[in-house]
């Protein structure tokens, strides 16, 4: 195992693992408690029209991916805000929408790329150097905002009445969450693939909210538990020749599970 850490493909996969872990903890967090999980499904499946885009193009795929999950993000935060009765039709319009339009720029681009199926299912192992410096930077925005908005983002996440009555911005607030929550799903991509994308963005801060009473509580251990989640789910990949994204969140289903088990457990005695 030693000589692996000296092997760039498994630098590259350890250091994915840690930058959307860090994402996962944070953004995931705040889904959760803001009760996003769908829209964060929504914005998980739009991407496939971002992926699209960047093969029909031939442009390099994150960067591509990222702008346009942020331009449907920010659609559907638009169309979506303070419409609560139609706020699911929306986003199941946009979440086929993407879809389609991502499938038909794959009909239409010459050839077939292999690389199609790892964002489909996630290749942890597969990820280049330079789509980990991109992944940085977007964790450098992700801390950054979230920092800078964090009482806010707390107000909003546990009162939108109480945060609107105390002078927050709840529209930019909710739209700017809709915005780092597509710059995280893009990120995951790489990590779990779309299909299992928001089981990582979710079970981590689910897990976390089991021992947690705290905001940045959960943030923290959630991210903790998505790197330990990233680190057992690679290796078991590696070792058994499996798919790493469907490894990673079985992994994390059974730590969740084992989790809850022991709280329960806990609980009673």
Same mark, same amino acid.
């Given at each position: 195992?030693?000589?692996?850490?000296?092997?760039?493909?498994?630098?590259?996969a350890?250091l994915?693992?840690?930058?959307?872990?860090?994402?996962?903890g944070?953004?995931?967090?705040?889904?959760?408690?803001?009760r996003?999980?769908?829209?964060?499904?929504?914005v998980a499946?739009t991407?496939y029209?971002g992926?699209?885009?960047?093969?029909?193009?031939?442009?390099?795929?994150?960067?591509c991916a990222?702008?346009f999950?942020?331009?449907a993000?920010l659609?559907?935060?638009?169309?979506s805000?303070?419409?609560s009765?139609r706020s699911?039709?929306?986003?199941?319009?946009?979440?086929?929408a993407?879809m389609a339009?991502?499938?038909?720029?794959?009909?239409?681009?010459p050839?077939?790329?292999?690389?199609?199926?790892?964002?489909?299912?996630?290749?942890l192992l597969?990820?280049?150097? &330079?789509? /980990?410096?991109?992944?940085?930077?977007?964790? #450098? +925005?992700i801390l !950054?905002v979230?920092?800078?908005?964090y009482?806010?983002?707390?107000s909003?996440?546990?009162?939108?009445?109480?945060?609107?009555?105390?002078g927050?911005?709840?529209?930019?607030l909710?739209?700017l969450m809709q915005?780092?929550t597509?710059?995280?799903?893009?990120m995951?991509?790489?990590?779990?693939?779309?299909?299992?994308?928001?089981?990582?963005?979710?079970?981590?801060?689910?897990l976390?909210?089991l021992?947690?009473?705290?905001?940045?509580k959960?943030?923290t251990?959630?991210?903790?538990?998505s790197?330990?989640?990233?680190?057992?789910?690679l290796?078991?990949?590696?070792h058994l020749?499996l798919t790493?994204?469907? &490894?990673? /969140?079985?992994?994390?289903?059974?730590?969740y #599970? +084992?989790a809850? !088990?022991?709280k329960?457990?806990?609980?009673?005695?």
């Amino acid at each position: 195992m030693i000589d692996l850490l000296g092997m760039e493909f498994m630098q590259n996969a350890l250091l994915a693992g840690l930058l959307a872990s860090m994402a996962c903890g944070i953004i995931g967090s705040l889904v959760v408690v803001n009760r996003q999980v769908f829209m964060a499904g929504g914005v998980a499946h739009t991407a496939y029209g971002g992926v699209g885009l960047a093969f029909y193009l031939g442009l390099p795929v994150l960067p591509c991916a990222v702008g346009f999950t942020v331009l449907a993000a920010l659609i559907m935060a638009m169309a979506s805000f303070g419409r609560s009765e139609r706020s699911d039709g929306i986003i199941g319009i946009m979440w086929a929408a993407g879809m389609a339009f991502g499938i038909l720029l794959m009909d239409l681009t010459p050839g077939y790329n292999v690389d199609l199926m790892s964002y489909l299912f996630g290749s942890l192992l597969a990820v280049p150097r &330079s789509d /980990i410096w991109f992944m940085l930077l977007l964790d #450098v +925005l992700i801390l !950054g905002v979230v920092l800078f908005w964090y009482k806010d983002f707390l107000s909003l996440s546990f009162d939108m009445e109480f945060a609107r009555s105390t002078g927050v911005p709840v529209r930019l607030l909710y739209a700017l969450m809709q915005v780092l929550t597509a710059v995280t799903v893009v990120m995951v991509i790489q990590i779990a693939g779309l299909i299992l994308v928001i089981a990582l963005l979710t079970i981590p801060p689910m897990l976390a909210e089991l021992f947690t009473d705290s905001l940045w509580k959960t943030m923290t251990l959630a991210t903790l538990a998505s790197l330990i989640f990233c680190l057992c789910g690679l290796a078991l990949s590696y070792h058994l020749d499996l798919t790493s994204g469907a &490894s990673i /969140i079985a992994v994390a289903t059974a730590g969740y #599970v +084992l989790a809850w !088990g022991f709280k329960s457990v806990r609980g009673r005695s």
